[in-house]
T-cell receptor, first 113, second 113 residues
Framework: GAVVSQHPSWVICKSGTSVKIECRSL??????MFWYRQFPKQSLMLMAT?????????EQGVEKDKFLINHASLTLSTLTVTSAHPEDSSFYIC?????????FGPGTRLTVT | KQEVTQIPAALSVPEGENLVLNCSFT??????LQWFRQDPGKGLTSLLL?????REQTSGRLNASLDKSSGRSTLYIAASQPGDSATYLC????????????FGKGTKLSVKP
């Protein structure tokens, strides 16, 4: 079956630093990947849609200059949280689409101290 | 606005009981509906996917139904086990197979031995 990986699985960083999260489709090519964020006891909220070779589309309220998305190949999308602050601490999950459905990565737990 | 609501928010049952989790959605133009399982601090495990043209899907002890006209889906779990304890999320896909998912907040299920 389709497998999506994320790296790292968890990361702790200091306030003001930047963190990069990778999302890879391991056995299929994905022209579209999605990035979601989940706060404690909340559901997943879509942050942005990442399309290979073009700029990402951000949801309302998501700062594109703070959450940089790059989808350089059909199997890799990256999310960089720039100048992270404690309020950015969250669980970040990516998904990659086939023509049939979305497949989700295992998530990345980000803690900003 | 597309919204997905899940009731109840939490449910505790004794082992062996059959149970139903409810999901409702405001926009009937749904492409498909998925049920996921999420364990604490983990990513999503897809349980069942129902296409908009389908009425139900079954996998083992799980059965999911979809009624577009009423905007409802149910997840039926037969003979519940302690290992079924997790948060169950339903999500509707809009805008085709490449569209984003709208998630409910989930039902936290606890099955007592």
């Amino acid at each position: 079956g389709a497998v999506v990986s994320q790296h790292p699985s968890w990361v702790i960083c200091k306030s003001g630093t930047s963190v990069k999260i990778e999302c890879r489709s391991l056995d299929f090519q994905a022209t579209t990947m999605f990035w979601y964020r989940q706060f404690p006891k909340q559901s997943l909220m879509l942050m942005a849609t990442s399309n290979e070779g073009s700029k990402a589309t951000y949801e309302q309220g998501v700062e594109k200059d703070k959450f940089l998305i790059n989808h350089a190949s059909l199997t890799l999308s990256t999310l960089t949280v720039t100048s992270a602050h404690p309020e950015d601490s969250s669980f970040y999950i990516c998904s990659a689409t086939t023509s049939y459905q979305q497949y989700f990565g295992p998530g990345t737990r980000l803690t900003v101290t | 606005k597309q919204e997905v609501t899940q009731i109840p928010a939490a449910l505790s049952v004794p082992e062996g009981e059959n149970l139903v989790l409810n999901c409702s959605f405001t926009d009937s133009a749904i492409y498909n509906l998925q049920w996921f399982r999420q364990d604490p601090g983990k990513g999503l495990t897809s349980l069942l996917l129902i296409q908009s043209s389908q009425r139900e899907q079954t996998s083992g002890r799980l059965n999911a139904s979809l009624d577009k006209s009423s905007g409802r889906s149910t997840l039926y779990i037969a003979a519940s086990q302690p290992g079924d304890s997790a948060t169950y999320l339903c999500a509707g896909t809009y805008g085709g197979s490449q569209g984003n998912l709208i998630f409910g907040k989930g039902t936290k299920l606890s099955v007592k031995p």
